[in-house]
Each structure stands twice: as structure tokens, then as C-alpha cells.
């Protein structure tokens, strides 16, 4: 035990030496997590896109034509500049970024409607933003719904005046709630989940570049060029790293929706206690990656391919039940997964820790795996990497200093 702890001391204060002298693994553990929340937040803020503008080429040149024009520009997603002469004139000021849209009311529009018939009127967007499709398209068809409501209880009223009385408006209205969501913006659907990300990815990063300093500095390796305990050397390691991460934590699961009035309807304790597994096993993961991990600058190669990989596995932007099988079992296996779920969970709807229990084990699952495999990563291979390589540097060393020409002392020829 004595041995134990003094490994355990020992090694702390290396590990965090190493950490507060190296500024890259300190804009990892510090910087990322701090800027890259709010960098995506100002991306995707204001969250929804209103007034895109539209133009109109109306065939028909009715009171309903316009009827439906002046509606359209009444909503708070689409603004109409005019009307254009022809499809060709409109598609000309949609090429040149005039407009976005393009709504196009055939002949006979108004006398399709007047006979009960199906009225159509054809919408034509620019899909280089689905923001903008999507503020058309909730326009568009509430616009259709209520006019064609109008129709309806106009034409009742025709054949049956005191029908009137009875049915007006729509028989079957629908209200949409957007649970955790009350704007329906794509930055409070989405930046919950990415900020689990960018923790995880920032600790898996860092991690990873103390490993290449370890390569690359391989005599201040401490414990694992001596006969320490590996369990003790681990867990001081993995002490450093969570007190670090401990502020990046806080700050990106309370201050940063605080800041962008992201849903917050959980507990900020209750919060902390369910993402303490995913960072043990972020951390145990990143002392897998570490074997594998020979220079610095190897943990760029790491963000680049997986970051893409890891938000699409979250099933953020595709649920996880459509996955297939392999991919299904690939997205259990990242802790961020299990982080993203429950977090959106208890940040956005209010969930209790108890309510997301399933996706709490998962994430000690993964804990205690992860800890086998670093346990043995760490002894079979990273160790022995290192104490070759420190052999190596000193055979260099040595060998450098044999060849130095040693020069004769004349000073006492001269005198």
C-alpha cells in the first residue's frame, strides 16, 4: 500500500506538470471545450429563419390568387417581394439570390376551388440551407389548411345558411407542442447533444497528446519506466484529468444553454452525477488510444476522422433505431452516445436520474470495460513502448558523447 499511494503521488504531480507546461494539451482540455460551444451556438443562432423571400407568378389573377399571396406574405416565415411575369423571370431572380422561393398559382386556380375541386398551387425552393425549406414548407401548408378551411365553410354556408352555425372553420384542428423545444429551432434541438460531444472529443484529444508527449519525452516517463504500480499510475493520471474537466463540464451543461436560453429543465447535481461515468470511460478509452498514439501531432488525424463518426452514431441526426445491426453496435460503444441520450433527456424534458437508469448502466458498462482494456493496454504495450524508446535516448546519448573529440590540454607546453 505504501508503494501504492507514494506511485500514486508521484505520478499525480508529473501528470499535471505535464499538463500545466504543455500549452496544446491545455488548449484541449480548456480552450476547446470553452470556445467551441459557443462558436456553434453563434452558428445556428437565431434558431429559425424567418421572412425567407419568395416570388410569385400568379397565371390565375383572381381575388383568391391574391387572397392566397397576401396570406402567405402575412407569415412570419415568408416575405413576398412582388410577382414576377413568367417561371423563367422568377427563376432568374432565384439564380441571382433574390429570392428563395418561388410560388406558382396555375389558371383555373380560383375555379378549381369555386367547384369543390382540388386547387394546387406548386412551391419551387432553393434547398442550399433545409432551414429555409423548412420555414416555406410550415408556411406554405398552414396557409393551404386555413384557406382551405375558409373555402369550406363558405361553400356550407351557400348550400345551407344556418349550417353556418353548426361547423365554421376547421372540424379537426391540430396543435403541435414541441416537448423541450417550444420554438422548434434547430439550435436548441441540436446543441445539447453536441455539446456531450465536444466534452468527450476534447478529453479524448488531450489525453491523447499526453500519450505523444510521452513518446516524444520518454525520460519523464516516472512510473512506467520504474517498477510502479500500473493501477496507481492510471488512477493519478485519471485524477489529473478529471479535475481539469471538471469546469468544462459545469460550463458547458449549465452556462452555455444558460447563455443561449437552451432548454434547461433538469438538475445541474443530478446532470453531473449522470455524466461522471462518461468521463471515466472517455478517459480509460483515450488510455487505449494512447498505444497508438506516437507523436503530438497524431491526435488531429483522431479529430478529423472522428468526429463526424461519433455524431452520427450519437443519433442526433438519424435515430438509432434505424441503424443497422453493426452500426447500432458501433454507436453502443461510444460513451457519448449513452451521454447524448440521457442528457437530452434530463436537460431538455426533465427527466430524474432514475428516469434515464438505463442509459446510467450502460455508461458504467462501458466504465469498467474500458478499464480492463486500458489496464492491459497500458501494460502490454504502452509501457514497453515507452521504456524503449527512453533506452534508445539514452544509447543515443551516450554514443553522442563518445564521439565528442576530447581536446589535449597545451597550456602547459606554452608556458
Known amino acids: 500500500m505504501k508503494n501504492f499511494f507514494k506511485t500514486y503521488y508521484t505520478e499525480f504531480l508529473r501528470e499535471f506538470s505535464l499538463v500545466k507546461g504543455d ?27 424567418r421572412e425567407v423571400t419568395v416570388v410569385v407568378v400568379d397565371h390565375d389573377r383572381t381575388p383568391l390568387s391574391r387572397e392566397l399571396t397576401r396570406r402567405l406574405d402575412a407569415t412570419e416565415g415568408i416575405r413576398s417581394i412582388g410577382y414576377a411575369t413568367d417561371l423563367s423571370d422568377a427563376r432568374k431572380a432565384m439564380n441571382s439570390h433574390e429570392v428563395y422561393g418561388i410560388l406558382e398559382i396555375p389558371e383555373g386556380f380560383a375555379r378549381s376551388a369555386g367547384r369543390g375541386e382540388q386547387a394546387e398551387a406548386v412551391f419551387y425552393c432553393e434547398m442550399s ?16 389548411q386555413d384557406l382551405g378551411g375558409t373555402l369550406t365553410t363558405e361553400r356550407i354556408d351557400r348550400i345551407a345558411p344556418l ?9 379537426m384542428p391540430i396543435s403541435n407542442i414541441s416537448m423541450g423545444n417550444i420554438e422548434s429551432g434547430f439550435d436548441s434541438f441540436v446543441m445539447p447533444g453536441i455539446l456531450i460531444l465536444i466534452l468527450q472529443q476534447s478529453l479524448m484529444l488531450a489525453i491523447g497528446m499526453c500519450g505523444g508527449a510521452l513518446r516524444e519525452h520518454p525520460l519523464k516517463g516516472g512510473a512506467i519506466l520504474g517498477n510502479g504500480s500500473i493501477i496507481s499510475s492510471m488512477m493519478a493520471r485519471m485524477s489529473v484529468y478529471l479535475i481539469i474537466s471538471i469546469i468544462p463540464a459545469i460550463y458547458i451543461m449549465h452556462y452555455v444553454p444558460l447563455m443561449f436560453r437552451f432548454p434547461m429543465e433538469g438538475n445541474i447535481l443530478q446532470e453531473f452525477l449522470f455524466i461522471l461515468p462518461m468521463i471515466f470511460s472517455t478517459i480509460f478509452l483515450a488510455f487505449i488510444f494512447q498505444a497508438f498514439v506516437r507523436e503530438r501531432e497524431s491526435v488531429f488525424v483522431l479529430w478529423v476522422v472522428t468526429s463526424v463518426i461519433f455524431l452520427f452514431l450519437s ?6 433505431y434505424a441503424m443497422s445491426s453493426v452500426w447500432k453496435f458501433l454507436s453502443d460503444c461510444v460513451p457519448a452516445t449513452w451521454g447524448v441520450q440521457g442528457f437530452i433527456r ?15 448502466i450502460n455508461l458504467w458498462i462501458l466504465t469498467a470495460v474500458y478499464a480492463v482494456g486500458a489496464y492491459i493496454v497500458q501494460r502490454f504495450i504502452q509501457r514497453p513502448a515507452v521504456r524503449r524508446a527512453a533506452a534508445a535516448l539514452q544509447q543515443a546519448d551516450s554514443e553522442q558523447t563518445e564521439a565528442a573529440p576530447i581536446k589535449p590540454d597545451t597550456s602547459a607546453q606554452h608556458r
Open 23 to 49: 500549452m496544446g494539451i491545455l488548449i484541449f482540455f480548456l480552450l476547446l471545450p470553452i470556445a467551441y460551444p459557443i462558436v456553434y451556438s453563434l452558428i445556428y443562432n437565431p434558431e429559425l429563419v
Open 129 to 144: 440551407l433545409l432551414l429555409r425549406y423548412r420555414a416555406i414548407l410550415v408556411s406554405a401548408t398552414n396557409v393551404m
Open 163 to 171: 349550417a353556418e352555425t353548426i361547423a365554421t372553420g376547421d372540424l
Open 315 to 320: 443519433g442526433l441526426t438519424w435515430p438509432r
Open 346 to 360: 434530463m436537460n431538455t424534458n426533465g427527466a430524474s436520474l432514475a428516469q434515464v437508469r438505463p442509459d446510467y
